[in-house]
């Protein structure tokens, strides 16, 4: 009915730059209202963290980490959610997901949390 589905990473040198997209998709006729969307990551053998986050208002947060370098924004024709990061280190290297709160109005109403499978990011040279 839901799924979100995102797509970007790869491999990039230190310094460099990577854009992640995460789009939500439905099943014809599903009616929804996107919230609260956003990005985390986990590192190999760490807990998954929240990098950044992004209300329906326009509202932005960022971890210690990735504040000055990462960019979340939405965009709401497309049903997309994006983190453009830039000057990348080694210690970004995880594999990142998209979350987001979504309410189902029709055929059924429903509250989701939804997330996506995630994507690798691995910085190295």
């Known amino acids: 009915q839901v799924q979100l589905v995102e797509s970007g990473g790869g491999l990039v040198q230190p310094g460099g730059s990577l854009r992640l997209s995460c789009a939500v998709s439905?099943?014809?006729?599903?009616?929804?209202?996107?919230?609260?969307t956003a990005w985390y990551r986990q590192a190999p053998g760490k807990e998954r963290e929240l990098v950044a986050s992004?209300?329906?208002?326009?509202?932005?947060s960022y971890s210690d980490s990735a504040k000055g370098r990462f960019t979340i924004s939405r965009d709401f024709a497309e049903n997309t959610v994006s983190l453009q990061m830039s000057s990348l280190k080694p210690e970004d290297t995880a594999v990142y997901s998209c979350?987001?709160?979504?309410?189902?109005?029709?055929?059924?109403?429903?509250?989701?949390?939804?997330w996506g499978r995630g994507t690798l990011v691995t910085v190295s040279s």
């Open positions: 992004i209300t329906s208002g326009g509202s932005t």
């Open positions: 979350h987001a709160d979504i309410y189902i109005l029709r055929p059924a109403t429903r509250v989701l949390d939804a």
């Open positions: 439905t099943t014809p006729g599903t009616i929804f209202i996107t919230t609260a």
